[in-house]
C-alpha cells in the first residue's frame, strides 16, 4: 500500500498490510479521550502481565481474541481471563 493511500474505516485487518492495520490500532489507542485511557504506567503494567500470558498470540488474546494493546489501554476493559489478571 502506497503511504498515500488512505485505508477504509470499514476495511477488515485482512484487507490491510500488517502495518497499516497496526498504525490505525495505535491512532485509536492515541485518539482515546483521556478519561478512557489508563496512565501509560497501568497500559505497561497491564502488556507486561500480558505478555508472561499464555493465552497471548501474535498480539491477540486467545480467551476472547482482541488485540491486547487495544484492550489494555480502556480503562472499563478488562483481562478476559478467570480471574481476570489485570
Same mark, same amino acid.
Given at each position: 500500500?502506497? $503511504? =498515500?493511500?488512505?485505508? %477504509? $474505516? $470499514?476495511?477488515?485487518?485482512? !484487507?490491510?498490510?500488517?502495518?497499516?492495520?497496526?498504525?490505525?490500532?495505535?491512532?485509536?489507542?492515541? =485518539?482515546?479521550?483521556?478519561? !478512557?485511557?489508563?496512565? !501509560?504506567?497501568e497500559y505497561e503494567?497491564?502488556? &507486561?502481565? %500480558?505478555?508472561?500470558?499464555?493465552?497471548?498470540?501474535?498480539?491477540?488474546?486467545? $480467551?476472547?481474541?482482541?488485540?491486547?494493546?487495544?484492550?489494555?489501554? &480502556?480503562?472499563?476493559?478488562?483481562?478476559?481471563?478467570?480471574?481476570?489478571?489485570?
Amino acid at each position: 500500500m502506497e $503511504k =498515500n493511500t488512505r485505508v %477504509c $474505516k $470499514k476495511c477488515l485487518l485482512r !484487507d490491510m498490510g500488517e502495518a497499516e492495520a497496526f498504525e490505525n490500532m495505535y491512532q485509536y489507542i492515541a =485518539n482515546l479521550s483521556p478519561e !478512557d485511557k489508563v496512565s !501509560d504506567e497501568e497500559y505497561e503494567r497491564r502488556l &507486561m502481565v %500480558c505478555r508472561q500470558c499464555s493465552h497471548l498470540l501474535s498480539g491477540m488474546c486467545g $480467551k476472547c481474541g482482541c488485540y491486547v494493546e487495544m484492550r489494555a489501554a &480502556m480503562k472499563v476493559r478488562h483481562c478476559p481471563d478467570v480471574p481476570g489478571k489485570w
